[in-house]
Each structure stands twice: as C-alpha cells, then as structure tokens.
C-alpha cells in the first residue's frame, strides 16, 4: 500500500455478497481472482481474507446466485470457477439498488443541504 494511502476499510456486513456478486457480472473468476479484483478496484482499501471469502461463496452458491465449475487457471492449474447466475444478476440488481439507496442517504446526512442541520 502507498504510504499516502488511507489504511484499509472494513467490510460492512452484508456487503461481501454483493462485492462478490458485483465481481462475477465482468465473467467467470476463481476466489483468489475475485479476492485480488475487489483489493485492486477499490484501490487497496478492501481487502477479502480467504476465512471470509470461501464461506461467502458457498452461502451464494447455496442461494443458487452463482455457480461452480471445476476449469484450468492461467497458470494450467485446476480451479474452482464461479459464475454468475440468472438468479444471481437479479439478486445483484436487487442488492445494488438497495446499496445506492443507503449511500444516498447517508451522504444526505454526512453532508446536508441545510445548514441548520449541522
């Protein structure tokens, strides 16, 4: 990490399967895959532990939001690949929704318009 950079940012709850969801609409990926994705599209200040992430699988897989197939790396060794499901990109629409609507209205209040209201 850059020595400028602000220190890692904890997942809130709930939102792993999104981020894992989110992940897997660009295409089939392996964990470490999606793990690194989340780390270098949030710039360093995510970061999914291996104790977090297979369990987050199973459970979206459980749910039927994504599936798995056993397929060869870049690197020529087997891995276990998920996909996204139909199911799955309904539950991320769902889940994006509900998430925009949060950073909403959290910035309302983080940053309001009336000045009354500091």
């Known amino acids: 990490m850059r020595p400028d950079a602000p220190s890692r940012v904890e997942l ?14 660009a295409g089939p990926a392996h964990g470490h ?16 532990e291996t104790g977090s992430l297979y369990p987050a699988l ?11 197939s056993w397929e060869l790396s870049n690197k020529g060794k087997r891995a276990r690949f998920y996909r996204l ?10 889940e994006q929704s509900k998430w ?5 209205a959290m910035a309302l209040i983080l940053n309001p318009v009336d000045p009354e209201a500091q």
């Open 85 to 94: 499901t139909p199911l799955g990109r309904k539950q991320l629409a769902a």
């Open 12 to 25: 809130l709850q709930g939102t792993l399967d999104l981020l894992i969801l989110r992940t897997l609409l």
């Open 58 to 68: 199973h459970r979206l897989e459980a749910k039927g939001w994504i599936a798995p």
């Open 33 to 48: 895959a999606i793990a690194k994705h989340i780390q270098r599209t949030s710039e360093d200040l995510l970061k999914v």
């Open 100 to 104: 925009e609507a949060f950073s909403r």
